[in-house]
């Protein structure tokens, strides 16, 4: 799904002119006079170029129609509602229509002027010898590269660290749970070493063929995924040396100014997630200078229209695009929807608003839009903000966007009721229209296409169970509903897996006649060590603890023992009911970050990473909550 990098216009590099001596003395005047010429040549095109990008370009003044920015989002003054045919597009009138064109001819005349100043200054360059030129293009890139170098030991402000608590511990009292618990540690190790082994530095790795491995959401780029996707697990785990070991390589290899076009959403989950959870972890300055790093590099993803991002950035020329098959050049739902947990926390700890107001401005958007039926769409065009197709899942495309609504105000310390309202509105929309029960009594959630719903659940959509626990509280009266709730998908989920040859989950099941939790489609079949129905079991055993949820997790893992355990890792399964399953050779990151933790805590105390000071990513990443009411962040909305 890779395509060439575009360069912007302007990130386009003119070849340097030859400044070094001539070979031949002789040919010295004609030399410096074709130099001239050349340098001449490129002036001229460089300026029909940009006169050209200024009238025939999209004009991106237009963008800023769009761009609410905080003190838009405090005085809203854009009504979607009214003079807009399509529900969420904004239109400028009144004031707004004269400011906007003032501010056009602004810009008009500060190019003009600009074009202008370049003129003089390099008919004056062209008075000067090639030793004067050469001396200032020399001085001109110290001065950058020392800019660079102040800009990366720039220290971060100090902020309070929140309290952190339960970050060791967890140990069973019961011998056969803390043998269990040693076993999931052990299959860590094992698929820690081998990575290391025969992948360290890849993004991930073949445990058969022994050798790295990557996807297209990572890009062309090997930024070591597995490593920072494992790190808090490895610590959580008390694996010290292998968690040292990642933090070396995280500080002398990891290098975000790669030409290469990575997934917005995959890198803030993973890598985001993953280096501030180590740093809170472990107190290590170096996971928070990293992801503060990797955090500006994404920004660039944000000029869009509607400030929606883009679904890819390339990470050194900032060029933002969507994936080709997403309906109608659409954003997703689940990513950019995504974000939140992450900018908050990078907003904290660096002192800078812009991920807040980021965040905040997509929210903001999304409460403005129409939603069919109570339910947001999947997708979303970030040039018009209208959405494609009506489709809505809280399974792929949509999933963590309402977990993150959920864990909004979880990590807030519950004062983020805006969150919350937002979150409850959803999910009672989600239960009229798409929960539905099988006539076997399995209660399954659906995918709502075009006012039709689809009986079919994804292994992504079992996440869901633990976030109706997880949400129970709060939720007023209906507490002991979501609560039950959860634990029916939860239900669904294990028998997903229970009626496989493997006792392992099939990508996605129907609820069709005959057909109840099994998947039909020769292509729905595989399981990649996806950890969602092991993350609601322990949500579940964390607010019940009913001892079926530790059993339920044990069959779990005995079966990815027994199927995906191969002598260089752990490999995903082609086909579930198969009982001699072939392998796809991959050992996803996310089965270190996630099926394995949640698998380690499930066989925890509760005392380890403690619900109500620790709130989990998407990735399985913990990050504290944070109380933002004692802080000075701008853009909290406590302090506002
Ligand atoms: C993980 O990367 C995250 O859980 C994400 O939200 C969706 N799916 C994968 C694992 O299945």
């Given at each position: 799904m890779t395509t060439p990098a575009l360069l912007p216009l302007s990130g386009r590099r003119i070849p340097p002119?030859?400044?070094?001596?001539?070979?031949?003395?002789?040919?010295?005047?004609?030399?410096?006079?074709?130099?001239?010429?050349?340098?001449?040549?490129?002036?001229?095109?460089?300026?029909t170029l940009c006169f050209g990008a200024?009238?025939?370009?999209?004009?991106?003044?237009?963008?800023?129609?769009?761009?609410l920015g905080l003190q838009d989002v405090l005085i809203p003054h854009v009504d979607a509602s009214k003079g807009a045919k399509n529900p969420g597009v904004f239109l400028i009138h009144g004031p707004d229509e004269h400011r906007h064109r003032e501010e056009e001819e602004r810009l008009r005349n500060k190019i003009?002027?600009?074009h202008e100043k370049a003129l003089e200054e390099a008919k004056e360059k062209l008075k000067k010898s090639r030793e004067e030129i050469r001396a200032e293009i020399q001085t001109e890139k110290i001065k950058v590269v020392q800019e660079m170098k102040t800009k990366e030991k720039k220290p971060l402000p100090p902020v309070p660290i929140p309290n952190l608590i339960g970050i060791n511990g967890g140990d069973p009292e019961d011998n056969d749970i803390r043998k269990k618990r040693e076993k999931i540690k052990e299959m860590m190790k094992h698929a820690?070493?081998?990575?290391?082994?025969?992948?360290?530095?890849?993004?991930?790795?073949?445990?058969?063929?022994?050798k790295g491995h990557s996807t297209n959401i990572f890009g062309s780029s090997q930024m070591g995924a597995t490593i920072v996707d494992a790190l808090d697990t490895l610590y959580i785990m008390g694996l010290h040396d292998e968690f040292r070991d990642g933090q070396k390589w995280i500080k002398d290899n990891l290098d975000f100014s790669v030409n290469s076009e990575v997934s917005v959403f995959e890198v803030n989950i993973r890598f985001i997630g993953g280096l501030l959870a180590a740093y809170y972890l472990s107190g290590e300055e170096i996971f928070k200078i990293k992801a503060a790093q990797l955090a500006e590099k994404l920004l660039p993803a944000f000029n869009t229209p509607t400030g929606i991002p883009w679904a890819m950035v390339n990470l050194k020329s900032g060029v933002g695009r969507n994936w080709g098959w997403a309906s109608a050049g659409s954003s997703i739902l689940a990513e950019f929807g995504t974000l939140h947990m992450e900018f908050v926390h990078l907003s904290y700890l660096t002192g800078d608003p812009v991920y807040y107001k980021k965040v905040m401005h997509i929210?903001?958007?999304?409460?403005?839009?129409?939603?069919?039926?109570?339910?947001?769409?999947?997708?979303?065009?970030?040039?018009?903000?209208?959405?494609?197709?009506?489709?809505?899942?809280?399974?792929?495309?949509?999933?963590?966007?309402?977990?993150?609504l959920l864990k909004a105000w979880l990590m807030s310390d519950k004062t983020d009721q805006e969150a919350r309202k937002m979150y409850d509105d959803a999910i009672e929309a989600i239960e009229k229209h798409l929960i539905k029960k099988s006539r076997g009594g399995l209660t399954f959630i659906g995918e709502w296409k075009n006012g039709h719903l689809e009986k079919k659940m994804g292994h992504l959509a079992c996440f869901a169970g633990g976030m109706f626990a997880l949400g129970a509280d709060g939720s007023k009266d209906k507490a002991g509903h979501y609560l039950e709730l959860g634990a029916e998908i939860a239900r669904t989920c294990h028998e997903s897996y229970d009626r496989t040859a493997l006792k392992l989950g099939p990508e996605s099941f129907k609820f069709d006649g005959a057909v109840e939790a099994v998947a039909v489609r020769q292509a729905e079949k595989y399981y990649i060590l996806r950890p969602e129905v092991i993350e609601t079991y322990w949500y579940l055993w964390r607010f019940t603890h009913d001892p079926?949820?530790?059993?339920?997790?044990?069959?779990?893992?005995?079966?990815?023992?027994?199927?995906?355990?191969?002598?260089?890792?752990?490999?995903?399964?082609?086909?579930?009911?198969?009982?001699?399953?072939?392998h796809d050779d991959v050992q996803q990151s996310f089965f270190l970050a996630e099926t394995l933790k949640y698998l380690y805590l499930l066989f925890s105390g509760d005392d380890l990473l403690p619900l109500d000071h620790w709130v989990f990513n998407t990735e399985a990443h913990p990050l504290p909550v944070l109380h933002l009411a004692n802080t000075t962040l701008s853009g909290n909305p406590a302090v506002r």
């Open positions: 002119l030859n400044l070094g001596p001539p070979s031949f003395p002789h040919h010295r005047a004609t030399l410096r006079l074709s130099e001239k010429f050349i340098l001449l040549l490129i002036l001229s095109a460089f300026i200024f009238f025939f370009l999209p004009d991106s003044s237009k963008h800023k129609r769009f761009d003009r002027a600009d820690w070493d081998n990575y290391r082994i025969y992948g360290w530095g890849h993004n991930e790795l073949r445990p058969i063929a022994k929210r903001k958007l999304l409460q403005k839009m129409d939603r069919p039926n109570g339910l947001y769409p999947n997708y979303l065009n970030p040039r018009t903000g209208r959405w494609g197709q009506y489709h809505t899942s809280v399974g792929g495309l949509g999933d963590s966007f309402y977990e993150y079926r949820y530790r059993q339920w997790g044990w069959e779990a893992a005995l079966a990815i023992e027994k199927y995906c355990r191969v002598s260089g890792g752990f490999s995903g399964v082609k086909d579930v009911y198969s009982s001699t399953p072939a």
